[in-house]
């Protein structure tokens, strides 16, 4: 059973270096351009523009399910805001110092985040096992990629150690009773994405 995770393509705010969770933000034309050789038997998505816009990119003419629980985390007021923009309020120092007692004005803290996706990863789960599907794709954020690699991949890794460009995926090869019961993944390979040929 494969389950492969993709981050959406760069947008115009990660250029920017800019925090982008719920706000969404049109992607660059160096990510209008990836493609992938790999195809799945079954697509979710955050309903997030930048994500419906890049899981057509790679995957045209599959349908999406769309699920809000595999939205970026919400930054509340620090949304649009760089680090040099909120470098001096105090309450942007301790979250920066304990994201996980802190959270942003007006957005999510990390448990709210981190149950809101573990709870999309039980219904994509069960979805997937219902149907016998064999793989599936799964085109999100960051820091929901980085939350699913920290819980499901072979070896625990710190939520912040893990990297996720824009330009390659990840597959989790799992057991399917594995899967069923939470348990992680077998094995972890990365998927990188192409510029597509003109012509």
Not at 7 to 13: A, D, I, Q, V
Not at 35 to 40: A, F
Not at 184 to 190: F, G, I
């Amino acid at each position: 059973m494969v389950i492969a995770l993709f981050r959406h393509g760069l947008t115009e705010e990660n250029k920017r270096k800019a925090y982008l969770g719920w706000n969404d933000s049109p992607l660059c034309e160096v990510s209008v351009n990836l493609s992938t050789g790999s195809m799945y038997d079954f697509y979710f998505s955050s309903d997030l523009p930048r994500c419906i816009t890049t899981a057509n990119i790679l995957f045209p003419n599959n349908d999406l399910n769309l699920l809000p629980h595999l939205r970026e985390m919400n930054f509340g007021l620090w949304e649009g805001k760089t680090y040099q923009d909120l470098k001096e309020l105090p309450q942007y120092q301790r979250w920066l110092s304990d994201p996980v007692s802190y959270c942003p004005p007006g957005g999510e803290s990390y448990s709210e985040f981190t149950h809101r996706v573990q709870n999309g990863w039980e219904k994509m789960t069960q979805e997937i096992l219902s149907r016998g599907v064999g793989t599936c794709a799964i085109i999100t954020h960051g820091g929901v990629i980085r939350y699913l690699l920290t819980e499901f991949a072979p070896q625990p890794r710190d939520f912040w150690s893990w990297q996720v460009p824009h330009h390659q995926g990840f597959e989790l090869v799992f057991n399917r009773e594995a899967l069923r019961r939470g348990d992680r993944c077998t094995l972890l390979r990365e998927v990188p994405l192409t510029a597509k040929e003109h012509g």
